[in-house]
């Protein structure tokens, strides 16, 4: 109950699940021992949504939640006057309200007496403790004195500031042993992605998420009053990381603005106005020297105890900056325009650099060809140095500036040149149709042909790509387009599933990368000079045609583009030997070579780190997600399912997005998992796919069937393959097959299992034992068929196959087929026990609890128990742990940092130092390296040969490239 019966119930929260359990083991011991609370944050940072969120949860509780009021601050006991009232309501009793020269002592004991009166333990909320009135934290420090040893718990929220309250709770923290001061942070960028994704309905990109971070400083109240403001704006955005923060975002906040601002000096307004309009963080010497060009007086450190501007100090230099983003907009929209172009203008030519063009663009009131002649070589000058989103911000300042005619056209050329160089074709989306209007020109076309495919226009693109090939090229320039275009043409008939047509486009398309100039200075075009790249044409389309060659089964074209690519990719690092060797993996998946595959992938994600401009980045970490799957690493696979996951909707091309999704559910679905798994195959399924399509449209199948057979639904396992069928392509590797069997044999259906089992073994069909080898699914017709000694030998005898243990999940799962059945016929016990041990080996390491739960149950079996086996053995220390948490164990277990560890989850330190904290606290350790020594023992008994882990380094790939001996490579130009 609170003192206000009509607050409705809180939203969730997120990133406060550190906060919300520290609050929670407070108030348990609370129960016992009485406690106190101190949350803090700036103003936005949600400590009023923490604690009502807290009020709720505390059930058994009597929860009185007051505010403290500014205009009642300087009032004696007026805090302490909300409290009696309220506790007179939950109690009827009839305490009276203290007189202003109460003594606090006094005024304690009458709130003693009310607490008393009430028949259940006692939480006392106040919130805006910053305004708590000096008597009223006296009588407060008395009483929770007196109740530390009852069932009390106080709690105040306040503003970082020095106060009565925070002197109430230091006096009270060196007196009691059950207190805790939190700090609340700004949200991280993965927390406004989850709140983006709760309040809009949808995900966003982390690129677009990081806008809203920053803009907002992480503030969840602004964040939310943001988010319900632009909802209509993320729905028209033509892709999800080409939204930007548009002008109506200020419209909420004029309030907030004109309340900061009222009654302020002159100076003050100055200040914040100065600082709002040149928005970037500004050393004091160069503010000041803006302010005096200008000839206006202005009170930087006025403006800074308003809250609008905020200042921090490096290397003994005060720097400023405004204290929100969208607070600067909100200032600086209320500005004449004059006014601003004043300030950008005087700006433009104190500073240098980025900075002084960035305020000469926001000065220019008349066209300026100069200007936009200066941005364009500034964008070339970032994409050199592989600043991608300047060298796009400053192309787009250009479009905006030229004059029409000539000077637009060519500024429309060059960022669609850029588009194309740094892969951030999604910034030029909404420019299409002025690109579609300019004169046709190689250049221009060559444009067209990657916006038209990744708007699904192919037919469009193919016929500009075809035009292109088939022109005379006479100039080094026409030549580098050309072959940049040749790269470019067996992706397009990909997407037309004319695989056969890609086969027979490569000797063309290598003449004319052949043709191509290696050297830039031949170019003409500055624009152009980056396509003086055939090595990298060649090495892509090498790839595109092995992925046709693939769908052929052309095996003898295969063979000979593995090994022409064995000699090209030796030592190559660039964005096209990524493309090439994912390209590569997925005809080894496809073919069954696992180990070749998961070479090539470790290879290809670790390039991608340093060179995202790869067409095949979203691919890389997922289908290197789904293997590691395959061949057991399970917690490598779901951080990198989880990393593609949270970078994919910034891909230009969004097919990747709904793969990683479902490839991040596989490990979940074998874990139990439900509720995760239905919320990311829920999310694929409403995703829209780009032009590339998908890499294997089984997965979300598997994953479902792979859940229901974690949870013992057979039936819901065989729903799962039928679902599977109906969609089922001529590149599928059916290993929903492999669970329509099982399904099918589990549930006695043995004609039906025998029938799906031939289907298996047809060799026209391209299914592969990577969930399931063949002999383990005779040994389950068989066990259907009742024939349970030849299904023991099958089970057996699947487990002795060449190759089997290189997919130890499955393995491991015949091997408890085989204890199982063995413990039924009564034959060989000391062997059944041995399977099943070995089985619980495996479910352990990879933390399948289900599964492990089965192979325990078992081994309790009387003819099976063996008391003097080792405990270890029949135990995971990992169990209590969360899919999250085993990540961040296994990580610390390897001796990475919390900062090594944030990088590679994607999360924050202080998310990782959260689950550290849980994982010591479940495991019921008390530093790392008792985690370690838990850890080692279960490395020890690996059921395959233990491997480094997988993960890409951030510094790169730390695998050796495989492949043996190469020949040398053909010189690049």
């Given at each position: 109950m609170t003192d206000d019966a009509a607050n409705p119930p809180s939203a969730p929260l997120f990133g406060r699940d550190r906060a919300r359990e520290t609050v929670l083991l407070v108030a348990h011991r609370a129960l016992g021992q009485g406690g106190a609370l101190l949350v803090t944050g700036e103003a936005g940072l949600g400590k009023t949504a923490l604690l009502a969120d807290i009020a709720e949860r505390l059930e058994g509780w009597t929860v009185l939640r007051v505010h403290a009021d500014s205009f009642e601050s300087d009032l004696s006991y007026s805090t302490v006057e909300r409290l009696v009232r309220g506790l007179n309501t939950l109690s009827g009793t009839r305490v009276s309200v203290p007189r202003p020269d109460d003594e606090p002592i006094t005024v304690g004991r009458l709130l003693l007496d009310a607490i008393d009166a009430v028949r259940s333990p006692v939480c006392v909320v106040v919130d805006d403790a910053q305004w708590v009135d000096e008597a009223s934290a006296r009588a407060l420090r008395f009483v929770v004195r007196r109740l530390a040893e009852q069932s009390f718990l106080f709690a105040a929220a306040s503003r970082p500031v020095a106060n009565s309250v925070v002197s109430l709770f230091d006096d009270v923290a060196a007196t009691t042993v059950n207190h805790a001061r939190i700090e609340l942070t700004p949200l991280t960028v993965a927390d406004t992605q989850?709140?983006?994704?709760?309040?809009?309905?949808?995900?966003?990109?982390?690129?677009?998420?990081?806008?809203?971070?920053?803009?907002?400083?992480?503030?969840?109240?602004?964040?939310s009053v943001l988010l319900g403001q632009l909802r209509?704006?993320?729905?028209?955005?033509?892709?999800?990381a080409g939204w930007d923060l548009p002008v109506s975002a200020i419209t909420p906040l004029s309030t907030a603005v004109s309340a900061a601002l009222e009654g302020a000096d002159v100076s003050v307004r100055n200040a914040a106005e100065f600082v709002a309009v040149l928005r970037?963080?500004?050393?004091?010497?160069?503010?000041?020297?803006?302010?005096?060009?200008?000839?206006?007086?202005?009170?930087?450190?006025?403006a800074v105890a308003r809250g609008l501007v905020r200042s921090t100090e490096h290397d003994g230099v005060v720097w400023v900056e405004p204290a929100h983003a969208i607070l600067a907009d909100a200032i600086a929209a209320?500005?004449?325009l004059q006014r601003r172009v004043e300030i950008h203008r005087v700006a433009a030519q104190v500073l240098s650099g980025h900075r002084a063009l960035r305020h000469r663009v926001e000065a220019a009131d008349t066209a300026d060809p100069t200007l936009v002649t200066e941005l364009l070589a500034a964008a070339l000058l970032a994409a050199d140095r592989g600043q991608a989103d300047q060298a796009m911000s400053y192309a787009r300042s250009a479009v905006h500036l030229a004059a029409p005619g000539d000077e637009h056209e060519r500024a429309l050329l060059e960022i669609g040149l850029l588009a194309m160089r740094t892969r951030m074709h999604e910034r030029i989306f909404d420019l299409t149709p002025a690109i579609e209007a300019l004169p046709a020109s190689p250049t221009r076309d060559a444009v067209l042909i990657e916006l038209r495919t990744l708007t699904g226009d192919i037919p469009g693109a193919l016929a500009l790509a075809l035009a292109i090939d088939a022109a005379p090229a006479t100039t080094p320039d026409e030549r580098a387009i050309r072959s940049h275009v040749a790269e470019a043409i067996p992706k397009i008939l990909m997407a037309t599933r004319d695989m056969a047509g890609t086969v027979d486009y490569l000797e063309a398309g290598r003449h004319h990368i052949a043709a191509a100039p290696t050297d830039r200075s031949e170019i003409s075009d500055p624009a152009l000079r980056w396509l003086a790249q055939p090595y990298d044409d060649l090495l892509r389309l090498l790839g595109w045609g092995l992925i046709a060659a693939g769908h052929m089964r052309r095996g003898d074209l295969i063979a000979a583009l593995v090994v022409e690519l064995d000699q090209l990719l030796d030592g190559e690092e660039s964005p096209a030997a990524a493309d090439a060797l994912v390209t590569r993996a997925r005809v080894f998946i496809l073919s069954g070579d696992i180990e070749r595959a998961r070479d090539d992938l470790a290879r290809a994600a670790g390039l991608v780190r340093r060179f995202p401009s790869s067409w095949t980045a979203g691919f890389a970490r997922t289908i290197y997600a789904h293997v590691l799957f395959l061949v057991g690493e399970w917690d490598e696979s779901v951080t990198l399912a989880d990393a593609a996951v949270a970078l994919a909707l910034d891909e230009t091309d969004l097919s990747g997005w709904p793969i990683a999704l479902t490839?991040?559910?596989?490990?979940?679905?074998?874990r139990g998992e439900a509720a995760a798994v239905e919320e990311r195959l829920s999310s694929a399924s409403r995703a829209r796919l780009g032009f590339a399509g998908s890499y294997d449209g089984d997965i979300p199948f598997i994953a479902r069937a792979e859940l229901a057979r974690a949870l013992g639904d057979a039936a819901a396992q065989l729903v799962a393959t039928e679902a599977a069928e109906e969609v089922a392509t001529p590149a599928s590797t059916l290993g929903w097959m492999t669970y329509r069997v099982d399904a099918l044999a589990a549930l006695g259906r043995a004609g039906d299992a025998r029938a799906a089992l031939e289907a298996c073994r047809d060799p026209r069909r391209l299914w592969r034992p990577f969930y399931g080898s063949l002999g383990w699914l005779e040994g389950r017709v068989l066990e259907a068929e009742g024939r349970h000694e030849e299904a023991v030998a099958s089970y057996l005898g699947s487990l002795e196959e060449p190759g089997s243990a290189l997919f130890p999940f499955p393995h491991a799962v015949a091997a408890l087929d085989a204890g199982r059945l063995l413990l039924t016929l009564g034959t060989d016990p000391e062997r059944a026990r041995a399977l099943l041990e070995t089985a619980a080996g495996a479910f352990r390491r990879l933390g399948a609890p289900a599964y492990l739960a089965r192979c325990t149950h078992l081994l309790a079996e009387p003819a099976v128990a063996d008391p003097g086996g080792p405990v270890a053995e029949r135990h995971?220390?990992?169990?209590?742990?969360?899919?999250?948490?085993?990540?961040?164990?296994?990580?610390?277990a390897a001796g990475m940092t919390n900062k090594e560890i944030a990088e590679r989850l994607y999360v924050s330190v202080t998310t990782v130092n959260f689950h550290v904290r849980n994982i010591l606290a479940k495991l019921e350790l008390t530093s790392r390296r008792d985690l370690r020594k838990l850890s080692s023992p279960r490395g020890s008994r690996r059921t395959t040969s233990p491997r480094p882990p997988d993960f890409p380094h951030p510094s790169g790939d730390p695998r050796p490239h495989p492949g043996g001996q190469h020949t040398s490579r053909p010189r690049k130009g």
């Open positions: 989850e709140l983006a994704a709760h309040l809009l309905g949808h995900a966003v990109s982390r690129r677009t998420a990081t806008r809203l971070t920053e803009a907002t400083q992480g503030s969840p109240l602004l964040l209509d704006t993320f729905a028209e955005a033509l892709h999800p970037d963080p500004l050393p004091l010497p160069l503010f000041g020297t803006v302010a005096a060009r200008l000839g206006t007086p202005v009170d930087a450190e006025g209320d500005l004449p490839a991040s559910a596989l490990v979940r679905a074998g995971d220390p990992f169990a209590p742990l969360t899919t999250r948490e085993r990540q961040v164990a296994h990580a610390l």
